[in-house]
């Protein structure tokens, strides 16, 4: 499939590759899923050195032969599957995306310019997405518009949290030293 897309496609539901693709995308996803949680494990157990210390480069090159033991791609990007923060996928991971290499893409024959693999946001479907669109977290307009309101209903939340905190604050004047109701935030006395 030689097909380039530009401004108008930047995302690709996996869905809508035609044959076996699709699966073939979530078997890779899957497989580098598990070698990264293997990795993940790994450096718990030996949790990386200070810099300067002179058993680091030991440590990076241990890195190094996991990662290759492990079987992960040469171009195999760190921590893009896990972070710290977000929404929690399956085994407590965050599912960013995977950059597909130029063998991956050529292999299963996918569109001129979509090398990057990502876990929608909003829907939990794979799709594909261009390096320079690579900020995009969900599949279509659809789940944009999911995760804006998503968003939105969140923030609503922590205003309605946050106005009960204040409604409630009190204070101690500055002049006298009785409690009082704070009303403002630069009230003093």
């Excluded at 791609?73 to 960013?96: K, N, Q």
């Excluded at 997405?129 to 922590?158: H, M, N, P, W, Y």
């Amino acid at each position: 499939m030689r097909t380039t897309y530009g401004d108008t496609m930047d995302r690709l539901p996996a869905g809508e590759l035609p044959g076996d693709t699709a699966q073939q995308l979530a078997n890779h996803w899957s497989y580098i899923d598990r070698q990264e949680q293997a990795l993940y494990e790994w450096r718990q157990r030996k949790p990386q050195p200070e810099y300067g210390d002179p058993v680091a480069r030991q440590w990076w090159s241990d890195l190094n032969a996991m990662e290759k033991r492990l079987g992960l791609p040469p171009d195999y990007s760190h921590d893009r599957l896990r972070t710290s923060g977000g929404r929690a996928a399956r085994s407590g991971s965050s599912a960013l995306c995977i950059d597909l290499g130029r063998q991956t893409c050529e292999h299963l024959q996918l569109p001129d310019g979509l090398n990057r693999l990502s876990r929608c946001r909003a829907c939990d479907g794979l799709f594909l997405t261009t390096r320079l669109f690579g900020g995009r977290q969900q599949c279509s307009a659809a789940c944009d518009a999911v995760a804006v309101d998503q968003i939105t209903e969140r923030k609503r939340q922590q205003r309605r949290q946050r106005s009960t905190e204040l409604a409630s604050r009190t204070g101690r004047c500055r002049v006298c030293g009785e409690l009082f109701q704070v009303k403002r935030k630069t009230a003093r006395t």
